[in-house]
């Protein structure tokens, strides 16, 4: 009777889709490997179901031999692709730190400078790279720019010390006048310097203007929550664009007059201060 066997054959993972694209000769190297150890199981199979006695045990020897050899074929291409893997990896960190480090460098050139006077030079000597990794990283200046100005306005936060209007504020509304004037002074200029850039180039007008947008919703919302509202009502949005307006403004001032901080409370404690608290004014 003969003894018939299914040869089994193994999967080859290091075809495309798996390994990485960048290490094509080890995916070569891994299917050559498979190939030779589905063909030696293959040969085995045959050598048990039809081989007997020293015949059967020298065949089996050389089957067993091969399969020895294409089972470390496999395991040193899958080594070589694991390398390969790791070598990618260390690319990646290098260049997602290259970027964190020019984002952080242009966020510092570009409020000390503006947009028109910080230049790409300028940008990749702080960060400590050639303007050759600059362009590697980003296209243009104008999309580093856009980048931290998206960065500083989501909460993205990719700077040390950077700041954010709704985490250095309450819900309380009288807070937020406080915290707009504890912003730190390069989000500030670094907001201005986005709304100017905006004014000088239409075609970013709509981009940039949704961080405007996203300042007043937010304002509005927690103004209408704090009187118990779901639902901000236009007085909340008129209210909130009236903070941010004083407070940017007296932002800007207070660092040419003492008597601005004073004026932008007054008036922003009459823009936030509910009914109640104008008849007790007035009674006053």
């Known amino acids: ?50 081989a007997s006695g020293d015949a059967f045990g020298t065949s089996k020897s050389a089957v067993a031999a091969s399969l020895d050899q294409a089972a470390r074929d496999l395991a040193s291409a899958s080594r070589a692709v694991s390398g390969v893997s790791g070598k990618q990896d260390g690319r990646r960190r290098r260049s997602e730190e290259t970027r964190a480090r ?10 000390a400078q503006g947009y028109d006077g910080a230049s790409v030079s300028d940008i990749a000597q702080k960060a400590g790279y050639t303007k050759g990794a600059f362009y590697s990283s980003f296209p ?8 931290i100005v998206d960065r500083l306005d989501t909460g993205m936060r990719g700077f040390p010390g950077a700041g954010s209007l709704f985490a250095t504020t309450g819900t309380d509304p009288h807070d937020w006048v406080a915290g707009i004037q504890a912003l730190p002074a390069d989000d500030v200029l670094l907001h201005l310097e986005s709304w100017l850039y905006a004014m000088r180039h239409e075609d970013t007008r709509e981009k940039l203007s949704e961080s405007w947008h996203r300042w007043v919703a937010g304002i509005a919302l927690e ?14 949005f008129d209210t909130a664009f ?28 009459r823009l936030i201060s509910t009914p109640g608290e104008q008849q007790n004014s007035a009674d006053d």
């Open 1 to 50: 009777m003969t003894n018939r066997r299914t040869a089994p054959t193994f999967e080859n993972h290091g075809g495309a889709g798996s390994a990485p694209e960048a290490a094509p000769a080890a995916n070569d190297d891994i299917r050559d490997a498979v190939r030779a150890l589905n063909e030696a199981v293959t040969r085995f199979s045959r050598a048990v179901g039809s």
């Open 102 to 111: 020019l984002l952080e460098a242009g966020r510092a050139i570009f409020a």
């Open 140 to 147: 243009s200046k104008e999309a580093l720019f856009l980048e």
């Open 223 to 236: 103004t209408a929550r704090f009187e118990g509202r779901s639902e901000p009502t236009q007085e909340d």
């Open 242 to 269: 009236g903070v941010i307006a004083v407070g940017i403004f007296g932002r800007v001032s207070a660092s040419a007059s003492n008597e601005a901080g004073p004026m932008v409370e007054r008036v922003s404690q």
